[in-house]
Nanobody, 124 residues
Framework: QVQLAESGGGLVQTGGSLTLSCTAA????????MAWFRQPPGKEREFVAG????????DYTDSAKGRFTISKDAAKNTVDLQMNNLKPEDTAVYYC?????????????????WGQGTQVTVSS
């Protein structure tokens, strides 16, 4: 079992930046590929960005490309999501997710472990 904890959410103005961090605790003998999802108010949870366990391959949804960067620090067991040029439509609860599979996928059901989420609000 692995426990995920997100941090770094908050309120920011349009065009601002935030960095979300996900810390993983628990099993260290399993390699996890990680992803960030978000759930806007009244909508379904959606994939934002993913990174395989080695950090060599990343994947982004179209709305995140060019604005968000996912990165992994294996030594610290953290996965960060740097978000720049934020827009009101980025407002959502952001979740960290982990899968023991090699690749990340865009489907939430693919992931075995989830954090509790952190709120990101972008004001216009």
């Amino acid at each position: 079992q692995v426990q995920l904890a997100e941090s770094g959410g908050g309120l920011v103005q349009t065009g601002g930046s935030l960095t979300l961090s996900c810390t993983a605790a628990g099993r260290r003998n399993v390699r996890y590929s990680m992803a960030w999802f978000r759930q806007p108010p009244g909508k379904e949870r959606e994939f934002v960005a993913g990174i395989i366990w080695s950090g060599d391959i990343t994947d982004y949804t179209d709305s995140a490309k060019g604005r968000f960067t996912i990165s992994k620090d294996a030594a610290k067991n953290t996965v960060d999501l740097q978000m720049n040029n934020l827009k009101p439509e980025d407002t959502a609860v952001y979740y960290c997710a982990a899968t023991s599979a090699y690749y990340t996928r865009h489907s939430p059901g693919y992931y075995e472990h989830w954090g509790q989420g952190t709120q990101v609000t972008v004001s216009s």
